[in-house]
């Protein structure tokens, strides 16, 4: 279960929610469902300092990062200084960079390298809007983002990423998809992957759904065969709600 903070929240504020969060979720449901943060840059710092402090089981990770190694790249953070304050994840691809950074398929692929290089976990953003979703087009759409993301990359790298559907008219919309949207992209993701590196790499592959992801849809979306976890935005900035969807397996057994 991954929390996208996204622009929110200060190193203070990121204390406190820290926190919280840790005190909602016992060491048993924190080693049942692993739990991640993704905090602004500015953030990470303290993250890291409150995990390995008091030993959390709390994993982080950043929303983006350089394709480049190093340089005059104003601005830009390198996948290296992510992997120096303890990251372990990056998400890359995101339909809000995607949208507002014009970011294409040929740099996600980039980035995905370059987290890869620094040994992070790359969470690959895919997604139709809502032009898509109504020509029914989401299927070849979201195969099509996939296959450019990974281009070049061997099994080993494949099963190291993270996929994560996220439907563009679903986040921050309050539309969640039905928990068969979901599958019916997940699935067909996961099958792309059996066609790219065989079905034990597929496998392996955790593919994540987001887009509105609540307490109270957590459970149906979970219960898909090929959804693995979720990615949550608004819902992962309020401790007690983000505990509760971590706690998801036991909505399931209800
Ligand atoms: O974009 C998202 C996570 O990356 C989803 O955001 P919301 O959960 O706020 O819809």
Redesign the pocket.
Known sequence: MAG?W?MNLNHREANLLIQKLAASLNEQQLTDVETVVLPPFTDLRTVQTLVDGDKLLIGYGAQDLSPHQSGAYTGEIAGSMLAALGCQYV?IG???RRAYHNEDDKLVNAKVKAALANELTPIL?VGEGLDIREEQRQVAYCRGQLDAALAGLTAEQVVKVVI?Y?PVW????GKTATPENAQEVCGALRALLVERDGRATADQVRILY????KAANIAGIMAQPDVDGA??????LDAEEFAQICRFPEHITR
Do not use: Q
């Open positions: 996208n996204k998400v995101h339909s809000e953003c994560a996220e679903a986040i921050g919309t987001g887009g509105s992801v990615l949550v935005g608004g819902a992962s």
